[in-house]
């Protein structure tokens, strides 16, 4: 059974971290890329990062650029998210998701940043950034 296994979400002040996690199961995890998707109520899902477990690749979304930092521990099969000075616009619903590395390999960034791409996604984790 496929499973994407996000946690670490919360509420936190404005200015302060969180470390979102997201455990892998099912798939063979060096395969994949990871992405980390985000909606907020009425917009629309939108990638934040995403990291290749292949080549260490990675993208940030200009809006968390500096702030986020991705990684990735292939012997836990867990994708991490460090987020720091955290904003009320980073509030939103994040979402891990899981993209085949041939499919990743073969297509521009643009393309991995499209949600609809990817193979396998998880529950998702609300982080609710307070002012």
């Known amino acids: 059974e496929v499973q994407l296994v996000e946690s670490g979400g919360g509420l936190v002040q404005a200015g302060g971290s969180l470390r979102l996690s997201c455990a892998a199961s099912?798939?063979?995890?060096?395969?994949?890329?990871i992405g980390w998707f985000r909606q907020a109520p009425g917009k629309e899902r939108e990638a934040v990062s995403y990291?290749?477990?292949?080549?260490?690749?990675?993208y940030y979304a200009e809006s968390v650029k500096g702030r986020f930092t991705i990684s990735s521990d292939n012997a836990k099969n867990t994708v991490y998210l460090q987020m720091n000075s955290l904003e009320p616009e980073d509030t939103a619903v994040y979402y891990c998701a899981a993209l085949n590395g041939v499919f990743f390999h073969g297509t521009l960034q643009t393309m991995r940043t499209r949600p609809g791409v990817y193979d396998y996604w998880g529950q998702g984790t609300q982080v609710t950034v307070s002012s």
């Open positions: 990291i290749s477990n292949s080549d260490g690749s990675t």
């Open positions: 099912g798939f063979t995890f060096d395969d994949y890329a």
